[in-house]
T-cell receptor, first 110, second 113 residues
Framework: GESVGLHLPTLSVQEGDNSIINCAYS??????FIWYKQESGKGPQFIID?????DKRQGQRVTVLLNKTVKHLSLQIAATQPGDSAVYFC?????????FGKGTLLTVNP | DADVTQTPRNRITKTGKRIMLECSQT?????MYWYRQDPGLGLRLIYY???????NKGEISDGYSVSRQAQAKFSLSLESAIPNQTALYFC????????????FGSGTRLTVV
């Protein structure tokens, strides 16, 4: 079955630095990937998505990279700010259902 | 008002009790989902519904049941709550045209003692 995991459970960065959060997936049939941000006491919020026929997609201060060869995707956050502190989840989609990874806690130090 | 509303926000219940968690949405989405979140395990799918007449089990449906009362309402029931069902529960919605564009509620924190 599908499994989606994260390489590191925690990541600590300095304000202004770039952050990179990694994720691996196992299901080759996954055709869609999403990154979510979850702040304390809130539900996950959509950040950025990418379809399996793409290898890079950029948003505002965020970039998602997809490497289908090694089944790996990453979320890059430019100029990380204190408001970016949260848990970040990757999710892989197949048959219109999402399977979530375990999450990485990003802490931004001032 | 939130697009996806979950009630209650917090609930403490005793082992063996029946409890219902409710979810309503104003987004007009046809698809609704219930996920459970445990520390270190991410979100796991309990049940999902692609329309009012469609109910499907997710990866961890044992001990749970659902009811899709209307397009906008999807409730999750624990028939006889047990302590290992203590978790944070999230309802989510999506539109068939948007595939995976999920919108999540704020969650229900359930404690079974």
């Amino acid at each position: 079955g599908e499994s989606v995991g994260l390489h590191l459970p925690t990541l600590s960065v300095q304000e202004g630095d770039n952050s990179i959060i990694n994720c691996a997936y196992s299901n080759s049939a996954s055709d869609y990937f999403i990154w979510y941000k979850q702040e304390s006491g809130k539900g996950p919020q959509f950040i950025i998505d990418i379809r399996s026929n793409m290898d890079k997609r950029q948003g505002q201060r965020v970039t998602v990279l997809l490497n289908k060869t090694v089944k790996h995707l990453s979320l890059q956050i430019a100029a990380t700010q204190p408001g970016d502190s949260a848990v970040y989840f990757c999710a892989g989609g197949s048959n219109y259902k999402l399977t979530f990874g375990k999450g990485t806690l990003l802490t931004v130090n001032p | 008002d939130a697009d996806v509303t979950q009630t209650p926000r917090n609930r403490i219940t005793k082992t063996g009790k029946r409890i219902m968690l409710e979810c309503s949405q104003t987004k007009g989405h046809d698809r609704m989902y219930w996920y459970r979140q445990d520390p270190g395990l991410g979100l796991r799918l309990i049940y999902y519904s692609f329309d009012v007449k469609d109910i499907n089990k997710g990866e961890i449906s044992d001990g749970y049941s659902v009811s899709r009362q209307a397009q906008a309402k999807f409730s999750l029931s624990l028939e006889s709550a047990i302590p290992n069902q203590t978790a944070l529960y999230f309802c989510a919605t999506s539109d068939h045209a948007a595939n995976y564009g999920y919108t999540f509620g704020s969650g229900t924190r359930l404690t079974v003692v």
